[in-house]
């Protein structure tokens, strides 16, 4: 497995024969308004151009509607007739940007050769996940290749620890920015990361939505230092820099 973290959330896969694009977020730096009032977002511009993230991706997973995962240019850019999986609250709003193939992920899709299977996610903490609205993670396998569990945007639960007992994947994918709206933690930190992984010791854990947006309380360095601290090693935690490239196999068991 290929993965290629671009910027913030979006992901490039390349599974066997297959290239999909995660949450496609392709404002250029500092062209959206501020969270925390703290700068304008994103903070960083996307490592490659428009043209490179989108070449020779298949389909496009979009796991929730928030500007950050789905923005108004990546709305724009990606061709209209390019096949997107989503949540089921997502799939009208998406047709109503003229895409011509949305497919609801209600529980499992099998899409060519890989297999999708839709996971449950929340978005903080108390009160704020309503206001956040809802989320997805999804599991995806290929025959051949590792299996990937992408946690979405959602902190550390009960529903998250039971797919990864349940599942046992290779790869887990998770958000520990310790992003915060109005107080409320919205996504896993550096603790809930060090959790995670000294409570499942055998995936390779690789984290991203990191250093983009204002909001964000954890950066790569403090992640890293935190998980050291913890007993967790760097090859057991990967923190990609934007338009990295991971080579990815089957953990030991």
């Known amino acids: 497995m290929k993965l290629q973290l671009l910027r913030n959330a979006t992901l490039k896969l390349n599974l066997g024969r297959r290239t999909i694009l995660i949450d496609p977020f392709f404002a250029p730096k500092h062209s959206r308004p501020s969270i925390a009032r703290r700068s304008p977002n994103p903070l960083v511009e996307l490592p490659v151009s428009v043209d490179q993230a989108l070449d020779g991706v298949e389909l496009v997973i979009v796991s929730h509607l928030h500007s950050d995962h789905f923005d108004p240019l990546a709305q724009s850019l990606v061709p209209k007739d ?29 899409w060519r050769d890989v297999k999708l299977t839709r996971r449950e996610g929340r ?38 620890e039971e797919t990864i007992r349940s599942t046992d994947p290779d790869i887990i994918v998770i958000h520990p920015s310790g992003a915060r709206w109005e107080g409320s933690s919205i996504a896993m930190d550096a603790e809930q990361a060090a959790t995670l992984c000294k409570t499942f010791p055998r995936p390779i854990v690789v984290a991203t939505h990191l250093e983009a947006l204002d909001h964000a309380t954890v950066t790569r360095d403090h992640l890293r230092q935190f998980t ?23 953990p030991a068991r």
């Open 82 to 110: 390019m096949p997107i999986v989503c949540q089921p609250a997502d799939d009208s709003k998406i047709r109503s940007f003229g895409f011509e193939e949305v497919t609801p992920l209600h529980n499992q899709l099998d």
């Open 123 to 160: 978005h903080g903490f108390g009160p704020v996940v309503e206001k956040m609205g809802p989320v997805m993670g999804f599991s995806i396998e290929v025959e051949g290749e590792p299996r990937l569990y992408w946690t979405g945007d959602t902190v550390l639960y009960p529903p998250v």
């Open 228 to 250: 050291l601290s913890q007993g967790i090693a760097a090859e057991r935690l990967l923190i990609p820099r934007d338009g990295e490239l991971l080579y990815l196999d089957v």
